[in-house]
C-alpha cells in the first residue's frame, strides 16, 4: 500500500505520543452536557496518561468513560488511577480461575488473510465456529489451518458473504470511512429519549430508595440485565457497584463461557429464562431499569423492543446497547470485528501488513461505563423527572468517536504495571477467583456469583 493510502497516517491530525489529556477533558465535558450530569466546571486531565498505548486516544477514551460514570455516581474523577483503568480495561489478562489462566480466545476468532485482503471473523461461542466452518464448506472438526487455506482462496466479500449466510461471524478489514464516521458523530454518543409519565407505584418506591448521604447511589433500585460478552455486563457491573439489586437474565440453551461471566459478572445474581416461552412482565412491573444487549432484531421477535417496554411500564428506563446500533437490526457483532470494519485495526497495525488491535477491548468498556452513566443519571433524576427514558449506544458509534478524536504517530512504549494494587480475589463456589479490580474509584465489588445459580425473582 503506497504511503498516501496509508490509513494510519489519514486525518485527523497526529499528534506526539505523550498523549491529548485535553481531548479526554474535551470528551467528558460534552458526555456530561448530554446527559445532563450536573456540575459546570471543567474535569482536571488525569496526572499521567492511562497506560493504554496505541495510535487511537484509547488511554483519553477509557479515561473520559470511567469518569463519567463517576460524576454520574456524584463522585469526582480526580481520584481515579489511570493504572487501574488500564488493568480494568484488560480484565481478561489478569483473570485467574483456580490459579490458572483461562483460554480467553478461540482459535477461530482471527484476521485471515484473503485472496484480495483481509477478514476478521469471530469464533468464541460454539455456534459462531459451526457458522464459520459450515460457511467455508469444511467438515465440523476443521481446524484453523484448514479455515486459513479456505479463506486464502476466496476474495474478502466472497468469504463474508459465505460465512454470515451460514450464521457465522465475518467482516471485511476495511479502510476507515471518515464521511461516515463525521455522520455517526453527528448524533449524540450516548442517545436519550423520554417517554410519558411515572406511574404512582414506580415514583413512591424510588422516592423510598433514594439514598442517603455517603451511601451507594443506586441502593434499592432493581436493575434486569438481559446482556452478554463485555460491553453490557461492565455496565451492569458498574449499576452493582453503586448499590443496584441486578439480576443477569441467561437463555437456558445458550451457556456463556465460565471466564467471561466471571469477569464482569460482580455483584449480580445470575439466573437462567427463556424469555421466548416466559414472560418478563412480572420481574419489569418492579425493575427501575433493565438493560439489553441483543441484536434490535431479536428484541423485537422477543416482544423487547425499547419503545414497547416504555409504553407498557411506565417509569421504566430502557437501556439498549447494539455493535452496529438499530440502523443495523440484523447484524450481531463484537468489539474485534467492529474494530475491523470501522478500519481501527488498519490504524493499529505494526506495518508488517497484518492488522491490528486496540490494547484492549476499549470499545465494550467504554461503552459499558457510557450506558452506565447514563442509566444512573437517569436512576438518581427519577424523583424530579418521573416519566420513561430509552437510552441507546453502540459499539460502532463509540469508534466512530474514538476515530474523531487525536492521533499519535506511534503507539507510546508499554508499561509494566504492577497489577498487584488492582486486582481481587473471590471464593466462587469453591473457585478461587482473581479478578480487576474496579476502575471506579473508592468503591469494591462483590464476588460474582456462578452463573445461572439463582432464581429468576427479586
Not at 466512530?400 to 471464593?427: Q, S, T, W, Y
Request: aromatic share 4%; proline share 9%; charged share 20%.
Amino acid at each position: 500500500m503506497p504511503a498516501s493510502a496509508d490509513p494510519r497516517r489519514s486525518a485527523p491530525p497526529h499528534g506526539d505520543a505523550a498523549g491529548h489529556p485535553d481531548a479526554g477533558v474535551a470528551l467528558l465535558d460534552r458526555v456530561r452536557l448530554e446527559l445532563g450530569i450536573a456540575g459546570g466546571e471543567s474535569v482536571a486531565p488525569p496526572p499521567s496518561v492511562v497506560p493504554l498505548p496505541s495510535r487511537l486516544a484509547t488511554a483519553e477514551l477509557a479515561w473520559a468513560s470511567v469518569s463519567a460514570a463517576m460524576l454520574a455516581a456524584g463522585r469526582s474523577p480526580d481520584t481515579l488511577d489511570p493504572a487501574r483503568i488500564a488493568v480494568a480495561y484488560r480484565s481478561d489478562r489478569v483473570l485467574m480461575i483456580d490459579g490458572a489462566a483461562p483460554s480467553v480466545w478461540s482459535p477461530y476468532s482471527a484476521f485471515w488473510e484473503t485472496a484480495d485482503g483481509w477478514v476478521r471473523t469471530h469464533g468464541n461461542y460454539p455456534h459462531h465456529a459451526d457458522g464459520l466452518r459450515a460457511g467455508l464448506h469444511l467438515r465440523g472438526d476443521a481446524g484453523p489451518a484448514a479455515v486459513g487455506a479456505a479463506l486464502a482462496a476466496r476474495t474478502t466479500a466472497a468469504a463474508v458473504d459465505a460465512i454470515t449466510s451460514a450464521g457465522g461471524l465475518a467482516v471485511p478489514v476495511a479502510i476507515a470511512n471518515p464521511a461516515v464516521d463525521r455522520s455517526l458523530r453527528e448524533r449524540p454518543l450516548v442517545e436519550i429519549s423520554g417517554m410519558g409519565e411515572a406511574s404512582d407505584s414506580r415514583t413512591r418506591r424510588a422516592r423510598n430508595t433514594t439514598s442517603s448521604p455517603g451511601s451507594l447511589p443506586l441502593r434499592g433500585m432493581r436493575v434486569l440485565d438481559l446482556t452478554r460478552v463485555i460491553a453490557g455486563p461492565v455496565c451492569t457491573r458498574t449499576l452493582a457497584l453503586l448499590g443496584a439489586d441486578v439480576l443477569r437474565l441467561d437463555p437456558p440453551d445458550l451457556p456463556e463461557p465460565e471466564w467471561q461471566h466471571l469477569d464482569t459478572g460482580h455483584g449480580k445474581r445470575s439466573a437462567l429464562l427463556d424469555a421466548h416461552r416466559t414472560p418478563l412482565d412480572e420481574l419489569l412491573a418492579d425493575a427501575d431499569a433493565i438493560v439489553l444487549g441483543y441484536r434490535p432484531a431479536a428484541l423485537d421477535r422477543l416482544g423487547l423492543h425499547p419503545e414497547l417496554l416504555a409504553r407498557r411500564h411506565p417509569g421504566l428506563i430502557v437501556a439498549q446497547l447494539s455493535a452496529w446500533g438499530t440502523e443495523n437490526p440484523d447484524r450481531a457483532g463484537f468489539d474485534s470485528l467492529v474494530q475491523a470494519e470501522s478500519g481501527i485495526s488498519l490504524i493499529e497495525s505494526a506495518g508488517s501488513g497484518r492488522p491490528g488491535a486496540l490494547p484492549a477491548q476499549a470499545l465494550d468498556h467504554s461503552a459499558g461505563y457510557l450506558l452506565a452513566a447514563a442509566v444512573t443519571t437517569l436512576l438518581r433524576r427519577r424523583p424530579q423527572q418521573e416519566r420513561s427514558w430509552i437510552v441507546r449506544t453502540s459499539l460502532r458509534r463509540v469508534a466512530a468517536e474514538l476515530l474523531g478524536m487525536p492521533r499519535r504517530r506511534e503507539p507510546a512504549a508499554e508499561v509494566d504495571l504492577d497489577v498487584g494494587p488492582h486486582i481481587a480475589r473471590f471464593d466462587v463456589d469453591g473457585s478461587d477467583l482473581v479478578t480487576a479490580r474496579p476502575a471506579l474509584a473508592g468503591l469494591e465489588f462483590r464476588p460474582p456469583r456462578a452463573w445461572g445459580a439463582d432464581q429468576p425473582a427479586w
